[in-house]
């Protein structure tokens, strides 16, 4: 992308475009509930050093997604809290069956 997005209406779209693939979606919520769940193990036995877990599972499942499947880079190093708050978008529209409806509205293609 040669042009800086200037909001999240248009940043949407062009994250859920470099999703396309089933198989890096899968690896990106493998990381998102896995950083989840760490997040509130973190938090329930106050052992702080699970944040930096969460973090770091959360990325490497998503990074590992781009790297080898999409073949692309990371929005996170282009738009950080647009990334993080669209990867949570994302997991939560396809824990609610809602996800393929969404690239259906965007006219976006899938891919296996």
Known sequence: MAEKLQNYAAFWPYYLSEHQS???R???FIG???GLCLVFLALATQTWWLLVA???SGYTFAWIGHAFVERNKPATFTYPFWS?????RMFFLWMTGR???EYVRLGIDQRP
């Not at 993080?84 to 949570?88: I, Q």
């Open 32 to 34: 998102t509930a896995l």
């Open 99 to 101: 996800l393929e409806q």
């Open 54 to 56: 969460a973090l770091v």
């Open 22 to 24: 089933a198989r890096s």
């Open 26 to 28: 899968r690896l990106h």
């Open 84 to 88: 993080l708050l669209s990867d949570f």
